[in-house]
């Protein structure tokens, strides 16, 4: 065929690359996770996450606003739980009017169109800092359901759109989706994280909410990065179970997950690019090796071919802005 086949043709102007661009990246398609803290005009900086913070409801109406302007419609809300309100089972998780269901309400009273995701998991809660009840070293499958399910109508009472279950027990979707319906939230969603894997890439967070487990690790329920067969298992199970939107995470080194998942269900796939991935290009563009912005959009834009329908990452304000 050469050379009557020139693939550079298609490259030759920007006019041209951008008509026959394959993937492109919208506001519309990203989510924003927020660090909620308590107390009065906090705003403190994530030492290992570098310009990322955790706000104070006050300051968090501002950030709301903003973000709302700069075309971004969905939130993820994580709370930093004080010591003295943990214990094992996550009683705080389920007070009225506990920081999450203070965060959702004011998320909502301020713009009622910003579409809120919750967090629903024990780690921010519990003393151990595991996502499950613990009792003799291990992670307690149902009883940590139960909580969960209780959890997830606790955020849909105070307005969740979304409730965003990111423990791994089995089980809980089935149980948070009974519990939405007996209790009437017929239109609160699910977005599962799906398939969740042990990784290493988690470490900034945990600093962000001081939730690192106090002992052991997670392997018992997140899943192991070897496996591929088994993301489709728990993937296909949630949906069965009544996940609306199912989830990879993290986001770059599973991509080849993100596409088998994309290829096999029907339902939108999201994708965490998580603290570890964002900490990553901080580091290395601070010590001036890549450039920030062509690197965070070549990131955000693979994990879209990939397959992800919607990406949860810490650059979204950042990437609406260049868009
Ligand atoms: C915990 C939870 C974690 C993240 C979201 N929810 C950490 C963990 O599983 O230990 C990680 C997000 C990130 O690293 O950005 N339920």
Redesign the pocket.
């Known amino acids: 065929m050469y050379p009557l086949r020139r693939n550079r043709r298609l490259r030759t102007t920007e006019a041209i690359r951008s008509m026959v661009r394959e993937t492109t990246l919208s506001p519309a398609n990203l989510m924003v996770?927020l660090f909620i803290t308590e107390g009065k005009q906090v705003k403190e900086e994530i030492a290992s996450m570098p310009g990322y913070y955790r706000y104070s409801l006050d300051l968090l109406k501002k950030e709301i606003q903003d973000l709302y302007q700069r075309g971004l419609r969905s939130v993820l809300l994580f709370v930093k739980v004080p010591d003295n309100l943990k214990d094992n089972k996550g009683t705080e998780a389920l007070n009225p009017d506990g920081l999450m269901q203070r965060a959702i309400k004011m998320v909502k009273e301020t713009v009622p169109e910003m579409h809120v995701y919750t967090?629903v998991?024990l780690?921010p809660y519990s003393s151990y800092g595991h996502?499950g009840i613990v009792e003799n070293g291990k992670i307690l499958n149902d009883p940590t359901v139960e909580v969960l399910s209780q959890m997830a109508v606790s955020h849909a009472r105070a307005g969740a759109d979304f409730v965003a279950p990111?423990?791994m027990m089995d089980g809980r979707i089935y149980g948070i989706r009974q519990a939405l319906e007996t209790e009437g939230f017929y239109d609160t969603g699910i977005m599962s994280y799906s398939a969740k894997y042990a990784s290493a890439?988690?470490g900034?967070?945990?600093d962000a909410l001081d939730s690192a487990p106090g002992f052991g690790d997670?392997k018992t329920y997140?899943m192991d990065p070897a496996n591929r067969m088994e993301a489709l298992r728990e993937t296909f199970m949630d949906i069965e179970e009544g996940a609306d939107i199912v989830m990879v995470k993290p986001g770059l080194c599973y991509l080849d997950i993100v596409r088998d998942i994309r290829e096999q269900v029907t339902v939108p796939v999201a994708v965490?690019q998580?603290?570890?991935e964002y900490a990553m290009i901080k580091a290395a563009a601070e010590k001036g090796w890549l450039d920030h912005d062509a690197v965070m959009m070549e990131q955000a834009t693979a994990i879209k071919r990939a397959g992800a329908d919607i990406i949860a990452t810490y650059f979204a304000k950042n990437i609406a802005e260049l868009l």
Do not use: C, E, T
Request: glycine share 6%.
């Open positions: 996770p967090d998991a780690d996502d990111s423990d890439f988690y900034p967070f945990r997670k997140q965490y998580v603290s570890g």
